[in-house]
């Protein structure tokens, strides 16, 4: 009788222990499928911010790297893109959230690096006529002067640098009068990005540097508030700020890198294969925005001038002129980049 018992019990435990591994199996499938994966694979999202509305430019960067994440990593990793400032109303909020966790990966210029990573030595990045070319800049960040912003960034803010692009060089439109020399700057009220070297290089040129939201520049124009802006000739087109601003002189002053940047909390979490997914993705991404940003400038000056923009395209005389005027803005922010950093961004440029 008691051998029976034994059976009977062992013959329901088996039963119920078939029954929960059922369900297991039933619960996991529902799981993946319902991601859109393969069986016992899971998914990951990156949430990526941007104040930038879809026909930005800088937005098709980002739509790139989506592409390219989801195919290569076969729909386990899906990248959603919040456009016009849905999650954040800034550059500076968007590092805020990546730092926090709330978003995955961003976009920004180094001076949000220096102000709100607190890496000084992006700073560098914000001296006028610091680089005659691109690919000056991408050799300085690509060598060790960027391995060391990119190490410090990393410890100071948990967030990876997985490459740098750039979004056009800096120039000057206004709506008063055209601009050929630094004296033609006196008076004018010029929108500058809230960086002490960007602001003081507008101030020693002869402008009054007002550092106003991008979202208010265009009605600020519209109204007179302010006189112009300096940033990028595809940013200037594609927030139609050419319809209330008809004088671009084209100082290229500075050149406005763009860092793409990955919570690495996020990253390390991400088995092996799928780390390698990403970083294969940004090399590309990197190398589609520094195409396009060429691209962008080219086709946005050309439009500018349909739309009777009157354009200065500066002779290097002229050139050579502003950037003996900005001297001072240098010399008076040397600290704030670092005299080390600036010494050694010299050498290695053989200026």
């Given at each position: 009788?008691?051998?029976?018992?034994?059976?009977?019990?062992?013959?329901?435990?088996?039963?119920?222990?078939?029954?929960?591994?059922?369900g297991?199996?039933?619960?996991?499938?529902?799981?993946?499928?319902?991601?859109?994966?393969?069986?016992?694979?899971?998914?990951?999202?990156?949430?990526?911010?941007?104040?930038?509305?879809?026909?930005?430019?800088?937005?098709?960067?980002?739509?790139?790297?989506?592409?390219?994440?989801?195919?290569?990593?076969?729909?386990?990793?899906?990248?959603?893109?919040?456009?016009?400032?849905t999650?954040?109303s800034?550059?500076?909020?968007n590092?805020?959230?990546?730092?926090d966790?709330?978003?995955?990966?961003?976009?920004?210029?180094?001076?949000?690096?220096?102000?709100?990573?607190?890496?000084?030595?992006?700073?560098?990045?914000?001296?006028?006529?610091?680089?005659?070319s691109?690919?000056?800049?991408?050799?300085?960040?690509?060598?060790?002067?960027?391995?060391?912003?990119s190490e410090e960034?990393?410890?100071?803010?948990?967030?990876?640098?997985?490459?740098?692009?750039?979004?056009?060089?800096?120039?000057?439109?206004?709506?008063s009068h055209?601009?050929?020399?630094?004296?033609?700057?006196?008076?004018?009220?010029?929108?500058?990005?809230?960086?002490?070297?960007?602001?003081?290089?507008?101030?020693?040129?002869?402008?009054?540097?007002?550092?106003?939201?991008?979202?208010?520049?265009?009605?600020?124009?519209?109204?007179?508030?302010?006189?112009?802006?300096?940033?990028?000739?595809?940013l200037?087109?594609?927030?139609?700020?050419?319809?209330?601003s008809?004088?671009?002189?084209?100082?290229?002053?500075?050149?406005?890198?763009?860092?793409?940047?990955?919570?690495n909390?996020?990253?390390?979490?991400?088995?092996?294969?799928?780390?390698?997914?990403?970083?294969?993705?940004?090399?590309?991404?990197?190398?589609?925005?520094?195409?396009?940003?060429?691209?962008?400038?080219e086709?946005?000056?050309?439009?500018?001038?349909?739309?009777?923009?009157?354009?200065?395209?500066?002779t290097?005389?002229?050139?050579?002129?502003?950037?003996?005027?900005?001297?001072?803005?240098?010399?008076?922010?040397?600290?704030?980049?670092?005299?080390?950093v600036?010494?050694?961004?010299?050498?290695?440029?053989?200026?």
């Amino acid at each position: 009788m008691r051998s029976k018992k034994l059976h009977v019990y062992w013959l329901m435990s088996l039963c119920a222990l078939l029954l929960i591994m059922a369900g297991c199996s039933d619960n996991t499938s529902g799981s993946t499928e319902g991601n859109g994966s393969s069986e016992g694979e899971e998914t990951y999202t990156i949430k990526l911010p941007t104040v930038v509305n879809e026909d930005n430019f800088v937005a098709t960067t980002f739509m790139e790297f989506k592409d390219l994440v989801e195919e290569k990593s076969n729909g386990q990793i899906e990248v959603d893109i919040y456009l016009g400032g849905t999650l954040s109303s800034s550059d500076e909020e968007n590092l805020q959230q990546l730092m926090d966790g709330t978003a995955q990966l961003i976009g920004m210029g180094p001076f949000v690096a220096s102000q709100i990573g607190g890496v000084d030595g992006f700073n560098l990045f914000d001296v006028p006529f610091l680089f005659e070319s691109r690919e000056q800049l991408y050799e300085l960040a690509e060598g060790p002067i960027g391995e060391q912003f990119s190490e410090e960034f990393l410890e100071a803010t948990g967030t990876r640098i997985l490459g740098y692009y750039d979004i056009g060089f800096l120039s000057i439109l206004n709506s008063s009068h055209s601009i050929t020399e630094p004296e033609d700057m006196n008076g004018l009220s010029i929108r500058t990005p809230q960086a002490s070297l960007l602001m003081d290089t507008i101030e020693v040129m002869g402008g009054n540097p007002t550092p106003i939201t991008f979202a208010e520049v265009y009605t600020s124009l519209q109204q007179g508030t302010i006189d112009g802006l300096t940033t990028t000739i595809p940013l200037m087109y594609d927030s139609q700020f050419y319809e209330v601003s008809k004088y671009l002189s084209i100082t290229e002053h500075v050149l406005f890198p763009y860092l793409l940047i990955i919570n690495n909390e996020f990253f390390e979490s991400l088995p092996a294969d799928l780390q390698e997914v990403v970083l294969e993705a940004a090399d590309e991404t990197v190398q589609f925005a520094r195409e396009l940003a060429i691209e962008q400038e080219e086709s946005a000056l050309e439009n500018m001038k349909e739309e009777g923009v009157e354009v200065n395209e500066l002779t290097p005389e002229q050139i050579e002129t502003f950037r003996e005027a900005v001297q001072p803005a240098i010399d008076n922010n040397i600290d704030v980049v670092g005299e080390d950093v600036f010494n050694q961004a010299l050498e290695e440029l053989n200026q």
